[in-house]
């Protein structure tokens, strides 16, 4: 059975960083491209960030290019995004998930909550 468990939100002030951590078991993590995505409120879930399997290919939207940076573990089955330079608008629930290009592959977890305050 897939678990994807994210850790690591919170309540930051704008320009402010954090690092949220998703842990994932029931799957072949090491062959799994892994991605976040993220829920504001009233909006649909959108993508944020992919990294390949094997760590070395990373996919950013346009939004957090350059302030967020997503890596992994293979080790821990874990894969982390680094978020830098907060802005209120990155407010939302953030969520892991195994991907296919930029589309998640599996079940949801229940998230992280991240706000970002101005």
């Known amino acids: 059975q897939v678990q994807l468990v994210e850790t690591g939100g919170g309540l930051v002030q704008a320009g402010g960083s954090l690092r949220l951590s998703c842990a994932a078991t029931g799957l072949t993590f090491t062959e799994s491209a892994m991605g976040w995505f993220r829920q504001a409120p009233g909006k649909e879930r959108e993508f944020v960030a992919t990294?390949?399997?094997?760590?070395?290919?990373?996919d950013y939207a346009d939004s957090v290019k350059g302030r967020f940076s997503i890596s992994r573990d293979n080790a821990k089955n874990t894969v982390y995004l680094q978020m830098n330079s907060l802005k209120p608008e990155d407010t939302a629930v953030y969520y892991c998930?195994?991907?296919?290009?930029?589309?998640?592959?599996?079940?949801w977890g229940q998230g992280t909550q991240v706000t970002v305050s101005s």
């Open positions: 998930n195994a991907v296919i290009g930029r589309r998640p592959n599996l079940p």
């Open positions: 990294i390949r399997w094997s760590g070395d290919r990373t």
